[in-house]
């Protein structure tokens, strides 16, 4: 009996931390593994058809340029809710376009791209493929990231000088989306 009475007490003050335990307890229905609750869903994966007219077409693929500053996080969450990525400028040719993208505008603007070091410091990847990034870069004479204050670790192309440059994640910018290009799958047998 003094054991019954302590489990109710116990109970009765476990429900006044967590009124949903309540729910739990008396519907056998709910108890079920439920998904994690406070993230977002998935956004949209296709690019909505009012955007396509915005589109700037080039030899190695088709590009949209932000009218708005975010921060790196942010430009990589919205391009993957409109079914493209942040721009991956991992060739010499992809780069040149970015830069033509870049000047077209008029905007005079630094743009995000995809090339990040989060994870381990220096070690600079494209957060798009997961690849890392070289052994084309354009630092220019830089060479590398500086990481300047310790706070630098997401990468922008410049506007004046056109090279890439890291910088705070946090700080906002334009950002460039690319459609991503269907992958070929080929199989071998
Ligand atoms: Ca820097």
New binding site residues.
């Given amino acids: 009996m003094q054991r019954f009475k302590f489990l109710e007490v116990f109970m009765l003050l476990a429900l006044a931390v967590e009124p949903s335990l309540s729910a739990y307890t008396k519907n056998p229905e709910q108890r079920v593994v439920q998904p994690l609750t406070g993230r977002r869903p998935l956004g949209r994966r296709s690019m909505p058809d009012f955007l396509s007219n915005r589109l700037i077409t080039l030899s190695t693929g088709s590009y949209l340029l932000s009218n708005q500053t975010v921060t790196w996080f942010e430009a990589m969450d919205i391009c993957e809710r409109l079914g493209m990525q942040l721009v991956t400028p991992d060739t010499p040719e992809k780069d040149a376009d970015v830069v033509t993208v870049i000047k077209r505008s008029g905007m005079n603007s630094y743009v995000w791209i995809s090339g990040t070091d989060l994870g381990i410091e220096d070690t600079f990847y494209w957060a798009t493929t997961g690849a890392l990034i070289g052994p084309f870069t354009n630092y220019g004479p ?1 060479l590398k ?4 204050f310790n706070v ?1 670790h997401c990468l922008h192309h410049f506007w004046d000088n056109l090279y890439w ?3 705070a994640c946090y700080a906002r910018k334009r950002f460039i989306c690319e459609v991503i290009s269907d992958p070929t799958i080929t199989l071998e047998v």
């Fill in positions: 830089r990231p500086d990481n300047y630098e440059n890291d910088y």
